[in-house]
Nanobody, 126 residues
Framework: QVQLVESGGGLVQAGGSLRLSCGAS????????MGWFRQAPGKEREFIVA????????YYSDSLKGRFTMSRDNAKNTVYLQMNDLKPEDTAVYYC???????????????????WGQGTQVTVSS
């Protein structure tokens, strides 16, 4: 039912910026909590950010807040992740998620009612 497609990843030099996009199926942004998480090679999944409907409440990972910013365009059924001052340790596959509860994304404990995309690779060179 819910379809999510991430894009915008690629190779970037340390200190550079990227904006990731997540295209969602219709009504997803008005129905679900949206967020982003990532997974680096050999590492566990790491929460980045999640926001409630209408972006009335946003929760960021303490370690990433200030460099990463989430935004949305409801008319385009798209959410974004602006990433600035990228570091080599940011290299990972980045995933967009849609969940019934904000806590599902914050804790990365997804249920059968939650969805995520195939991910987009971000590689940061030094």
């Amino acid at each position: 039912q819910v379809q999510l497609v991430e894009s915008g990843g690629g190779l970037v030099q340390a200190g550079g910026s990227l904006r990731l996009s997540c295209g969602a199926s219709e009504r997803t942004l008005s129905t679900y909590v949206m967020g982003w998480f990532r997974q680096a090679p050999g590492k566990e999944r790491e929460f980045i950010v999640a926001t409630k409907r209408g972006s009335s409440s946003t929760y960021y990972s303490d370690s990433l807040k200030g460099r990463f910013t989430m935004s949305r365009d409801n008319a385009k059924n798209t959410v974004y992740l602006q990433m600035n001052d990228l570091k080599p340790e940011d290299t990972a596959v980045y995933y967009c998620a849609a969940a019934t509860k904000l806590q599902d994304i914050v804790t990365l404990k997804f249920t059968s009612d939650d969805s995520w995309g195939q991910g987009t690779q971000v590689t940061v060179s030094s």
